[in-house]
């Protein structure tokens, strides 16, 4: 059986894009829970901010990055917003 420490030693991902991938789903996470404490389903956040359901859907099951855009509506709709702070500084 494979690990997913012995397959991402075999992709050789370098730490900059490790580090980039954790961040990635931090953000994620953070979206999914401001979510659901809001006690919005995707369908109800998606009619909010003026995207598909399916949209949604894919981004939190990390099927892809998303869109900055698309981000930036799902966020905003919520009542957040992106800032940009050193690393470490969270």
């Known amino acids: 059986m494979t690990t997913w420490k012995g397959l991402k030693n075999d992709l050789s991902i370098s730490q900059e894009d490790q ?5 990635e789903k931090d953000l994620i996470r953070a979206m999914v829970a ?13 009619e ?7 949209i949604i859907a894919r981004m939190e099951a990390s099927v892809h ?18 800032q940009i702070v050193p690393m470490g500084k969270k």
Do not use: F, H, W
């Open 19 to 23: 580090n980039a991938i954790a961040l």
């Open 34 to 46: 401001i979510r659901e404490e809001k006690g919005l389903t995707q369908s109800q956040l998606a």
């Open 48 to 54: 909010m901010c003026n995207v598909k359901q399916p």
């Open 65 to 82: 990055s998303p869109q900055i855009d698309s981000l930036l509506k799902i966020l905003t709709s919520l009542g957040y917003t992106l």
